[in-house]
């Protein structure tokens, strides 16, 4: 989990530049569910936007993947 956090805080900006990514809640929804706590940190530091989408999808993701669990075992 640290190890996804750290790669995805550090590579996010470096892909979202190379694929021109413009929109803020895009950019905060992708890192926020693949960065965990560590890549919605680094998207407070781009944005606002940035930061509150990420959170959201944070908390969004880890909901629905329990769920899930739950409900596949």
């Known amino acids: 989990m640290v190890f996804t956090g750290i790669v995805a805080s550090v590579v996010a900006p470096l ?10 809640l895009a950019f905060g929804l992708a ?3 693949s960065g ?3 890549g919605t ?4 530091e781009m944005g606002e936007v940035e930061g509150a989408v ?3 999808a944070l ?9 899930m669990y739950a409900i596949i075992f």
């Open 59 to 67: 908390a969004l993701s880890g909901v629905i993947t329990s769920l």
């Open 31 to 33: 890192i926020g569910t």
């Open 41 to 44: 940190a680094r998207a407070i």
């Open 15 to 24: 892909i979202a530049r190379m694929f021109k990514l413009k929109n803020p």
């Open 36 to 38: 965990h706590a560590m």
């Open 54 to 56: 990420s959170g959201i």
